[in-house]
């Protein structure tokens, strides 16, 4: 029986204690895990595919290997913002805003469609349109937009459930 001295403690996840205060942690580590499986799996289909391909032109090849380094990079990236969310003295990327900016916004519209909250994501989407003045302050942002987001669209879908119980 739970008391103010011995609270009940948050639900154990894969990725530690899901907070009750940070509600999208859980769900972006899963959103970045999954989406860096994804990558690797697409770069290593694409690889095989083009590695076997005989009569093949050139340019069929070189598109497979395109993809292949598509895979590599979304991966990349992935780990990338999860390093950052588990460790936020890592070192941020130096690169360009604008693919980890579109990882996000991806992460945020499939997370609203699992959850049946499409229409909330919209908001948070269109925050990430600022730009910050470094590469640190640029992914920092996107990562506490992510976690805001995310954060905000598993209170909606909390709050929905406990109004419209699963029958």
Known sequence: M??????????????GRESRADPGRGVAIAALLHRLNGGLNNAALAFELALSSSDNAAD???????????????????????SLMLDPSAVAPASSRGPYAQDVADILRAHARRVGC????DRHIASLAGNGATPADTVETLLIAMLTGLGALESRRRSVSEIHPAT
């Open 2 to 15: 739970p008391t103010p001295d011995f609270p009940t403690p948050d639900p154990r996840t894969p990725a």
């Open 60 to 82: 069929d090849c070189a598109q497979t290997l395109e993809r292949g380094l598509a895979g590599v990079e979304q991966a990349s990236r992935a780990a990338t913002l999860l």
């Open 118 to 121: 499409e229409a909330d994501a």
